[in-house]
């Protein structure tokens, strides 16, 4: 358990209230200036983590299932619910089967009224822009995520308001150019410090973080990306600004890669993590939510003798496995991250299973104590392969036929199909007591990707700066990571199969896919029972159930 600085607890349990109704009023406003620093404070808490559950574990599902990291199977219905989490992955999300995912649109739209409420009864001043700019900054983020996965999207602006008419969504072009325009105006206004003090909270490197993002994905912000004529290399007339964004972070010499990849990500991260520019903190008592491990550790890997060198006394569910495909990525000899799989990579990567031993509590890494179940020793299979057969379940024979269930079986065999990610390692200690919960914190924006987007955008186009090249700036990252580097400026592709080994489940690679026109590409199981996977309407996600109830004038997203 880590002791958090940013926050007590005390206070974290005022925040917890009012963060997630579905139901929320996007117009909604409090009366009152806050009235002390601790009821000022809990209020911007409020604010600026209103996507921690969110982030913890829906949102997770959502974009990483629908990515080709992930494939979402299930066990004997086990883990079926509905095909919530198997739809995401056979790209046929449906509004209603994927309600409780989708439904995190009103968690990120209720930070976005947390942010008004609070703009509103503060002013905004010259007095007290260092409070409100970092408000408006984090508004903006939400206001991001909400079009870079739904497109078209409210501009909760309560400037920009009338209370008598009902909110609209706004063309995603029209909202892209909001969001520069809010994060342009705020920038210089919000804190350039560095220190736990400002970790987890906007800074101006985090919105030049946004901004780069933004920018390197202008042309799938501003024109049709549903469009099947839609060109994923077509000019970006924003790459100079994108360049220069990073070059703000690259020039602040705050930020570098100097961190340990598997550390990173360990129980123990956080400020004192030199390439985390932007990250949600959790911790297992007092900032609760992320749950990672319980769905990529294998489904009986809480046994005794199990997955970790302790015994989990709550159990996993094991239903979210790597795509064969993805894990072809981790190819590369020496490479650290190729500790954050279990599975054989770097020079066994064309073996086809992995022999799993136990993983120290303490490293993260494994032991030589072989993982077994019921006297049997556990070997995970890196491809993926739906059951046949018949099982029995309360008394009655069924038959297993493969179909979009993903149903790969309540046996040994089939909780083992899939390599997992442990990129996210957890303290077990932790996990037992505090109902799943964990430590990590889950960096959202990071130096690496600083590094990359600018590789991307010169290769796009863009002029370089600074003396770097694609070839320069590439090589930092494999240098870090103890990889081969390249002797050449490194193509699209190899720019994108690089990010897919860097941000492994920190919830880009939906949005890297798109952007490099990779969406469509086959992997996993969807294009064998969704007909229509190719549609290039599916670049945007559909809007839940819940959010067009609460939402009368709003219409589905085409395609669903």
Not at 254 to 261: E, H, M, Q, R, S
Not at 288 to 296: L, S, V
Not at 359 to 373: Q, S
Not at 483 to 488: G, R, S, V
């Amino acid at each position: 358990m880590k002791t958090k600085y940013f926050i007590s607890a005390a206070l974290l349990a005022l925040t917890s209230v009012g963060c997630t109704d579905l139901d929320v009023d996007i117009k909604s406003q409090y009366t009152e200036y806050p009235e002390s620093e601790i009821a000022l404070n809990a209020r911007l808490s409020n604010a600026y983590y209103a996507f921690r559950g969110a982030l913890g574990r829906r949102y997770d599902e959502l974009v990483s299932c629908n990515s080709d990291e992930y494939t979402a199977v299930s066990f004997d219905t086990d883990y079926l619910n509905g095909r919530d989490m198997s739809d995401i992955s056979l790209h046929m999300v449906n509004a209603d089967a994927s309600n409780s995912q989708l439904a995190v649109y009103n968690d990120i739209q209720a930070g976005i009224v947390n942010c008004n409420q609070l703009l509103m009864d503060l002013g905004e001043n010259e007095e007290n822009v260092s409070t409100t700019a970092p408000l408006r900054a984090v508004r903006a983020f939400y206001t991001f995520l909400l079009m870079d996965n739904w497109g078209d999207t409210p501009i909760i602006d309560y400037k920009l308001l009338d209370n008598n008419s009902a909110i609209e969504r706004s063309p995603r072009a029209e909202v892209a150019k909001w969001i520069e325009s809010e994060l342009l105006a705020v920038r210089d206004d919000c804190p350039s410090e560095v220190s736990a003090a400002t970790y987890g909270t906007p800074t101006c490197w985090m919105v030049d973080a946004l901004l780069a993002k933004l920018y390197i994905n202008w042309n799938v912000y501003t024109q049709d990306v549903t469009s099947a004529s839609w060109d994923p290399n077509a000019n970006n007339g924003k790459l100079k600004d994108c360049i220069a964004a990073c070059d703000r972070v690259i020039e602040s010499h705050l930020f570098d890669l100097t961190d340990d990849y598997k550390t990173k990500f360990m129980y123990t991260n956080g400020p004192q993590i030199k390439d985390f520019i932007y990250a949600m903190p959790y911790d297992a008592v007092t900032a609760q939510g992320m749950t990672y491990a319980r769905f990529r550790t294998w489904r009986r890997g809480q046994n005794d003798n199990g997955f970790y060198s302790i015994e989990m006394t709550n159990s996993v569910g094991g239903n979210m496995t790597l795509t064969p495909e993805f894990v072809e990525l981790f190819c590369l000899q020496g490479d650290d991250r190729n500790s954050v799989i279990a599975g054989s990579t770097g020079e066994n990567i064309t073996k086809t299973s992995f022999d799993v031993y136990q993983y120290d509590n303490a490293t993260g890494m494994p032991t030589n104590v072989r993982n077994t179940y019921k006297g049997d020793l556990v070997t995970f299979s890196k491809s993926i392969s739906l059951a046949t057969g018949t099982y029995e379940k309360d008394g009655v024979i069924f038959q297993r036929v493969p179909d979009a269930d993903l149903n790969c079986g309540a046996t040994l065999t089939g909780w083992t199909q899939g390599y997992r990610s442990i990129k996210f390692f957890p303290d077990i200690n932790d996990y037992n007591v505090y109902s799943r919960n964990q430590d990590n914190d889950v960096p959202i924006f990071r130096y690496a990707d600083i590094i990359l987007m600018k590789c991307e955008a010169i290769v796009r186009g863009g002029a370089a700066t600074l003396g770097d090249t694609p070839q320069s700036l590439f090589n930092q990252i494999r240098h870090y990571v103890h990889a081969p580097e390249l002797n050449h400026d490194p193509s699209l592709q190899e720019i994108l199969d690089e990010r897919g080994r860097e941000f492994l489940d920190e919830h880009w690679r939906r949005n890297d896919l798109i952007r490099f026109g990779d969406f469509e590409r086959d992997w996993g199981f969807k294009y064998d029972y969704n007909p229509d996977a190719a549609n290039p309407q599916y670049r945007l996600l559909p809007l839940a159930r819940d959010v067009l109830n609460a939402n009368a004038n709003w219409e589905q997203n085409p395609g669903y």
